[in-house]
Antibody, heavy 120, light 107 residues
Framework: QLQLQESGPGLVKPSETLSLTCTVS??????????WGWIRQPPGKGLEWIGS???????YYNPSLKSRVTISVDTSKNQFSLKLSSVTAADTAVYYC????????????WGQGTMVTVSS | DIQMTQSPSSLSASVGDRVTITCQAS??????LNWYQQKPGKAPKLLIY???NLETGVPSRFSGSGSGTDFTFTISSLQPEDIATYYC?????????FGQGTRLEIK
């Protein structure tokens, strides 16, 4: 069955760029039925949607993060990626990638999550 | 941006109890409202989509209702394995927002 797996550095320095990749296995990222999203969760806090991308490259972002976020897709590798620039300690969180329905954006399949700490 | 107000923030109930969580949107979102369960250290799990549709494989004791701005999530008979935090999530006009979460504990 379809699985998602996040990968990337677990520690990022303040003011630098956080970069994560989500690898999709057991199915194709090039499906017209789904978007692919990033969601994060600071320690002990709730969920925050970061942004989503369609296989064609169309993106939409959380307005509060839009100026710092870039999400891209590589259909040849069945991957999509997140870049978050100018990070601070407030960006410390578990970062999840997930598959979202193109009709209602219900995230039905999630990666296990990866903890990213912003610290010098 | 659409804001979601979820209540209560925490809830303690006994096994077998009926449990209700509400979510209110700051403007009309039709039925674009989904509910998730998150257990400690785990990724969220989709339970209900489009306000009232049960995701495949989810027990029928879970249900959802509502449309427009007011939504309800119900567990008809609380089981020990239902201990978790529950989140609502809305989608409208290329924007997604989660509620603040409801931590459910066994009394």
């Amino acid at each position: 069955q379809l699985q998602l797996q996040e990968s990337g550095p677990g520690l990022v320095k303040p003011s630098e760029t956080l970069s994560l990749t989500c690898t999709v296995s057991g199915g194709s990222i090039s499906s017209s039925s789904y978007y692919w999203g990033w969601i994060r969760q600071p320690p002990g806090k709730g969920l925050e949607w970061i942004g989503s991308i369609y296989y064609s490259g169309s993106t939409y972002y959380n307005p509060s993060l839009k100026s710092r976020v870039t999400i891209s897709v590589d259909t040849s590798k069945n991957q999509f990626s997140l870049k978050l620039s100018s990070v601070t300690a407030a960006d410390t969180a578990v970062y999840y990638c997930a598959r979202g329905s193109a009709t209602n954006n219900a995230f039905d399949i999630w990666g296990q999550g990866t903890m990213v700490t912003v610290s010098s | 941006d659409i804001q979601m107000t979820q209540s209560p923030s925490s809830l303690s109930a006994s096994v077998g109890d009926r449990v209700t969580i509400t979510c209110q949107a700051s403007q009309d979102i039709s039925n674009y409202l989904n509910w998730y369960q998150q257990k400690p250290g785990k990724a969220p799990k989709l339970l209900i989509y489009d306000a009232s549709n049960l995701e495949t494989g989810v027990p029928s004791r879970f249900s959802g209702s509502g449309s427009g701005t007011d939504f309800t999530f119900t567990i008809s008979s609380l089981q020990p394995e239902d201990i978790a935090t529950y989140y609502c999530q809305q989608y409208d006009n290329l924007s997604i927002t989660f509620g603040q979460g409801t931590r459910l504990e066994i009394k």
